[in-house]
């Protein structure tokens, strides 16, 4: 033996490598085995679904599939029949009017009451749990609600302007106002998410900030723009991208209101991929629809990401 190989056996460091090596490897095999449970998971409840729902958009999947078993492979029929529907352009606009109408609101209204509870007076906690009662309801029930409301005839709405001499309007009856009234339904659902996760984002601006830049004359306006919005930006494009997603893929509340009508006025992508898979029971055009819901939700997600990714090097 070498006189090198005796002193490494002498100083005992090839034993103090293996015993490295295999503590790290324990510690990886543990990391991996504590993450197993929520691979199966995602994989069973989430991979599965999705890569199904692929499969399906590429077969002529009907009820009797469900009997015999057969699916024919009909390649990127289901796409192609979807696409040229002129339907397609309809829901493509109406979810489109839709996403951005409520998103606009809702993110204003919610930035608005988030920025008036940041101030302490009395009853404030108390007034912002009120607000989650929205979000805490099922949204059948709240659609249910909202379509008496909304009633044409006996709405309390109505009833109400009718105190003033306003003819019943046709909220949800109507093709040129029932998507304006779906939509504000949405945005009334979505404005305690924007306020609770705004508001949040607001107690995180240190108060220096703004004594500091009071000594400057930043103070109303200009201490909301160039003290408060650039503090809480990121929290802002959260805010839009989740909000965006969430309301690309609303059904339940269109459902409940109008059923996508009247003469589609109200049908949106994810309706439409609903009735397609439920209604009319052709789940191939109805999986296709969803798989392009699917991709216009990715896109967001991606911006979503994009900027994470961004914010630590800002």
Known sequence: MSSAN????????????DRRRTARLIRHGAQWLFSLPAVVFVAVFFGY????????????YTTSTFYTGEAPWVGLANYAKSLSSGLFTTTLVNTALFTVGSISFQFAIGLALALFFKRNFPLSGFL?????????????????????????????LNQFLGLF?????????????????????????????????????????????YEAGSLDGAVGWKAF???????????????LVLG???????????????????????????????????VE??????????????????????????????????
Do not use: C
Request: no cysteine; glycine share 8%.
């Open 6 to 17: 005796l002193r490494l056996a002498a100083t005992g460091e090839p034993f103090e490598r």
């Open 49 to 60: 679904p999705i890569v199904q729902n692929v499969v399906m958009s590429f077969q002529e």
């Open 128 to 156: 912002r749990s009120l607000l989650l009662l929205p979000w805490l309801l099922p949204l059948i029930a709240s659609s249910a609600v909202w379509k008496w409301i909304l009633d044409q005839e006996s709405g309390a």
């Open 165 to 209: 001499g306003v003819d019943p309007i046709p909220w949800l009856v109507s093709p040129g106002l029932a998507l304006a009234g779906v939509v504000g339904v949405n945005i009334w659902l979505g404005i305690p998410f924007n306020v609770a996760i705004l508001y949040s984002g607001l107690q995180g601006v240190p108060r220096e900030l």
């Open 225 to 239: 723009r160039h003290i408060t919005w650039p503090s809480i930006r990121p929290v802002v494009s959260v805010v």
């Open 244 to 278: 965006v997603v969430y309301t690309l893929k609303v059904v339940d509340i269109i459902l409940g209101l109008t059923g996508g009508g009247p003469a589609n006025s109200t049908q949106t992508l994810a309706t439409n991929a609903y009735n397609k898979s439920f």
């Open 281 to 314: 029971f052709d789940f191939g055009q109805g999986a296709a629809l969803s798989n392009i819901l699917i991709v216009v939700s990715l896109v967001f997600a991606m911006v979503y990401l994009y900027l994470s990714r961004r914010e630590p090097d800002e």
